[in-house]
């Protein structure tokens, strides 16, 4: 089950926020907890009691790494901890990865390849798991305390805005809420709001421009064009962006309408300056959980300068290689971490360049160059990608001229994308509120009255014709429910 879904909207989402408010408050976690559950089963069936089974070990866990026992001591049980959910994750999301390259080794020397029965990949394992690791290390550390009711925990692995698809919200930033959280008239409006402006984001933009990022990757790149190419990644880049920054809204949004706060997951990366400013605006929760538990423990900045680098690049792989089992995802990650090592070298000076504009088409056309690599099935067609970008491309544009994929709405998407992906609108709201308060004629006071009325038609607008395109059926898949 998707968010922009008919099901969600028009049944799930609906019954269950109205029996969340129905019910005594001591009974909300366990009933959200229950229909989290059923959020997961909706979509995984039988494999669901790889996440029920996940969030049972992980309970028992979390007592070990506190006091151990006669049997383990804390820092065993955390070792112990550790192996099985990576052991878990490892098995699911890479053993297929595995023996096919293993066969494909054995081919080179001629034997035959190992048969097997494909290992079906659980959505959200990559979240779930990382949101058990999460709680803990925060309780192994000492920075929260063990959590001793079962249902608490089973909800904060299992809340369903953030289960399948993220963010990864860290254990210490909502374990205090797990306990006690209010919703006010104010944050459940601003929830519905940021789930309406998500919702668009996802149906209007990252949808319309998917399709035909979709139709020019799948050209080959025999009959590929330099212009057909860089409107293909555009294309791409936008349906990365509002895709999952589009889920990511609507599950904060969710969230605060249950009471919950979580942190922002993006900040507008394509104004960034600097490949390490990007990393501090795109999928902020991913980047901070990688840096608590990940690169700190590594030695983060108290080891030489050498092995902070190393350690930034293991970092980066590792998380290329999360977003899936696939040599190209390794790549990207290698990729990133390369140009922020390069950066921190000063071999790349980016405080030198003279101007901001600069600054920004350095940052914004080496992460274009890597989003070629993250959607690529291959290495060999990511290369020719890049190659036809910069001019040495094989296609005519006879038989895939531009027009034929520049239609009307993805030149709209396109649009709407690029103003949407700078503060553009919270700044034209800024400057019209500003000078509305200052302003006391009977004309400016009275748009001042009616200008909430109209951001409000404007957000229905949104819901109307996000749910108009749902209804048609639509392309609508999720790009992260596969990682």
């Known amino acids: 089950m998707v968010f922009s879904s008919v099901h969600f909207l028009f049944f799930y989402f609906p019954v269950v926020l109205t029996v969340y408010f129905i019910i005594p408050k001591r009974f909300r976690n366990l009933f959200l907890m229950l229909m989290s559950i ?87 394992i990559s979240f779930f798991t990382f949101h058990s690791l999460s709680y803990l290390i925060d309780v192994y550390r000492g920075e929260v305390n063990v959590q001793k009711r079962f249902t608490n925990i089973a909800l904060y692995i299992s809340l369903f805005p953030q289960l399948i698809a993220g963010p990864i919200i860290r254990y210490h930033d909502v374990a205090s809420q797990l306990i006690e959280r209010y919703i006010t008239r104010e944050k459940f409006a601003l929830g519905f709001q940021r789930f309406i402006i998500g919702l668009g984001k996802k149906v209007l933009i990252a949808n319309t421009a998917a399709l035909t990022a979709d139709k020019i990757f799948a050209i080959s790149t025999m009959e590929l064009t330099t212009p057909l190419a860089w409107i293909g990644l555009l294309c791409y880049a936008i349906q990365l962006y509002y895709d999952f920054s589009g889920y990511s809204d609507m599950a904060i949004g969710l969230a605060h309408m249950f009471g919950f706060t979580f942190l922002e997951n993006f900040n507008y990366p394509f104004i960034s300056l600097s490949i390490r400013e990007h990393w501090t605006r795109w999928h902020i929760s991913l980047t901070n959980w990688f840096r608590d538990y990940l690169y700190i423990s590594l030695g983060g900045n108290r080891v030489s300068q050498a092995r902070n680098y190393i350690n930034l690049i293991i970092v980066f792989v590792l998380c290329g290689f999360w977003h899936g089992a696939e040599w190209h995802y390794l790549v ?150 596969r990682f």
């Open 332 to 481: 990207w990650g290698l990729y990133n971490g390369m140009f922020l090592v390069l950066e921190r070298l000063k071999i790349i000076k980016v405080e030198k360049f003279r101007f901001t504009i600069v600054k920004w088409f350095y940052a914004t056309i080496v992460i274009l160059i890597g989003y070629v690599f993250f959607r690529s099935d291959s290495m060999s067609f990511a290369l020719d990608f890049i190659a036809a970008l910069f001019g040495f491309a094989k296609g005519s544009g006879i038989g895939h001229h531009v027009f034929f994929y520049l239609q009307t709405d993805t030149i709209l998407a396109l649009a709407l994308g690029a103003i949407g992906s700078g503060p553009v609108c919270p700044y034209i709201n800024e400057i019209i509120t500003t000078a509305l308060d200052r302003d006391e004629k009977p004309a400016t006071v009275f748009f001042r009255n009616i200008y909430p009325f109209i951001k409000v038609c404007l957000l229905f607008m949104i819901l109307g014709l996000s749910i108009l395109k749902i209804s048609a059926g639509t392309y609508n898949p999720f790009i992260y429910f």
């Open 38 to 124: 059923l959020f997961y089963v909706w979509g995984e069936g039988v494999y669901s009691a790889i996440m029920i089974i996940s969030v049972i070990v992980n309970y028992f866990l979390g007592l070990l790494v506190v006091k151990g026992n006669r049997w383990i001591s804390p820092k065993k049980a955390m070792i112990v901890a550790v192996l099985v959910n990576l052991g878990l994750l490892g098995f699911f999301k890479y053993f297929n990865f595995f023996i096919d390259n293993v066969n494909q080794m054995r081919a080179l020397f001629g034997a035959l390849p190992v048969e097997y029965d494909k290992v079906h990949l659980p959505i959200g």
